[in-house]
């Protein structure tokens, strides 16, 4: 009997199998506002058992990359209303990725009047790409004033209301990847001196602040967190206490009580090993739902399932390339390639035309 095609209980809401689609940032949403062909791409997906959408900023300043969505404005909401609706009417359940990219942004991505903050005035290495100018050296951001953590929050909280309003089942905090929420955790991007910074227990204040925050807005069975330990990217290099802040944050989330916790793994995208110990030890720690994602095929993913090392798997570029990817799966059919050179460009090609099998 297979595990992956059967029915999951993620809190109260009943998912129609255990595959979820990955949070993957498709950069459509023109003036960053959800539209009508973002919900053509994930209606064709939602024989899924939970759809983690892009990362979708709750702020204006979050807003680092051209063409992400946001959820602060109406006009977003009323555009994820109409997504979570296609969604729902093919059976998936869905929640928004919550995406600040703090640092990892440029002024010319920004809308009006948003600014880059960051927990330090510490640039990324590397270059961010803009519509306006292509390829820019990441710029030095701000470092965050106690008013602005505080009023970021406060951001959140109501970016966590508006996805319900909005009709969808709950949100995931991106605290991986070097956004916002890790750029906090670790210490190469958090130089405070403050109660945010130094140890791990001030590192990690503001994201339990804000992970407490929304479960206050909109209650836990709705609020998911990804996590990236041993992760580099966005120029997150690997330091000594890893494995020990990432043991804290494990314990520390459980205790409040969050739906899940989503691990990041890219070593097959190349990035170094995410050693299955820290995997174990979320499995340990955390007594609600573990998504492990990275990387799986079918097989992979029903071991997995069956060896009790996660409740969900979440699948990234399978899911782009293959909107019946849980029936071809289910059939061992062949299954499309991803087109990378069309992964972020705007419009249908490489979005909404990925074949389906014939029935
Ligand atoms: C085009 C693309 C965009 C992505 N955007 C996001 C994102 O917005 N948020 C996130 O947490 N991860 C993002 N990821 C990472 C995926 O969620 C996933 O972790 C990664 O693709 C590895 O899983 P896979 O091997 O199943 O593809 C993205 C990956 C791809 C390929």
């Not at 059976?91 to 009047?113: D, S």
């Not at 905090?173 to 227990?201: C, K, V, W």
């Not at 520390?252 to 009580?257: T, V």
Request: charged share 20%; net charge neutral; hydrophobic share 40%.
């Amino acid at each position: 009997m297979s595990i992956l095609y059967s029915k999951y209980a993620l809190g109260p809401l009943t998912l129609q199998n255990h595959l979820a689609m990955a949070p993957m940032t498709r950069n459509r949403a023109t003036d960053n506002i959800p539209n009508v062909l973002m919900a053509e791409y994930y209606a064709q997906r939602a024989t899924a058992g939970l759809i983690i959408t892009e990362g979708t900023s709750p702020s204006p300043n979050g807003l680092g990359y051209p063409r992400i969505p946001g959820i602060s404005s109406p006009a977003q909401v009323e555009g994820w209303r109409r997504i979570a609706d296609a969604v729902h009417a093919g059976g998936a359940k869905m929640f928004v990725q919550l995406m600040h990219c703090g640092r990892i942004a440029h002024p010319l991505n920004l809308p009006a009047g948003a600014r880059m903050l960051a927990p330090s005035a510490v640039a990324a290495a590397g270059e961010m790409y803009t519509d306006a100018e292509g390829l820019k050296p990441h710029p030095v951001p701000q470092a965050m004033t106690a008013a602005e953590i505080r009023s970021t929050i406060a951001e959140y909280a109501q970016a966590a209301k508006n996805a319900v309003t909005a009709g969808l089942d709950g949100i995931e905090l991106h605290s991986a990847n070097g956004y916002l929420l890790e750029q906090f955790i670790r210490p190469n991007t958090n130089q405070r001196t403050d109660s945010y910074g130094g140890p791990i227990e001030n590192r990690a204040r503001f994201v339990l602040e804000v992970a407490e925050a929304v479960m206050d807005a909109i209650g836990k069975d709705k609020v998911g967190i990804r996590l990236s330990p041993f992760g580099v990217f966005n120029d997150m290099p690997l330091y000594d206490t890893m494995e020990a802040d990432y043991t804290y944050l494990a314990q520390q989330l459980n205790a409040r009580g969050l739906v899940y916790i989503h691990l990041v793994d890219h070593s097959p995208m190349g990035a170094p090993p995410v050693p299955d110990a820290i995997k174990a030890t979320f499995r340990k720690l955390f007594k609600r739902t573990l998504i492990l994602s990275g990387g799986y095929d079918a097989e992979r993913a029903e071991s997995d399932l069956a060896a009790g090392r996660c409740d969900l798997i979440a699948v990234g570029r399978p899911f782009l390339a293959n909107p019946d990817l849980v029936d071809r799966w289910r059939t061992s059919a062949a299954v499309n390639a991803p087109d990378m050179s069309t992964f972020y460009t705007p419009g249908p090609k490489g979005y909404t035309d990925y074949p389906a099998l014939k029935k």
